[in-house]
């Protein structure tokens, strides 16, 4: 990822107006600031929440509070709890979908 030319900026994400994206089951809501091709979210899965679709986008992922299942479409999974990451490039690996059993606050930078 290379981080494209911007001022020091200082985010209140309390502040960031956010938007609903509808998952297979439960939903997300994202706050997020485009700088250039960065994306930098703050995204809260609901209980019960399982996306919608296989992605193949690089991201870094740091579960804020709760619980991430993440699965790759070769059938490996991940647990992510509080205080855990995770990164992988543009079509790095397989393919990954994220879930969530109770809900989960993400940090994400991609």
């Known amino acids: 990822m290379k981080l494209p030319a911007s001022p020091f900026t200082v ?4 502040k960031v107006a956010p938007t609903t994206h509808a998952g ?9 600031l485009n700088i250039g091709d960065l994306r ?4 809260e899965y609901s209980p019960g929440y ?5 992605c193949d986008r690089g991201h870094v992922i740091f ?6 299942d993440s ?5 490996r999974k991940f647990k992510l709890t509080a205080g855990m990451s ?13 879930s969530t059993a109770s809900g989960a606050t993400l940090f994400i930078v991609d």
């Open 11 to 14: 985010t209140d994400w309390s």
């Open 24 to 32: 297979e089951t439960g939903q997300a809501l994202w706050r997020t």
């Open 63 to 68: 579960v804020v509070k709760g619980e991430l």
């Open 86 to 98: 995770y990164q992988v490039s543009d079509f790095g690996d397989a393919a990954h979908r994220s």
């Open 40 to 43: 930098v979210r703050m995204v």
């Open 71 to 75: 699965e790759l479409r070769d059938g």
């Open 50 to 54: 399982l996306a919608d679709h296989w």
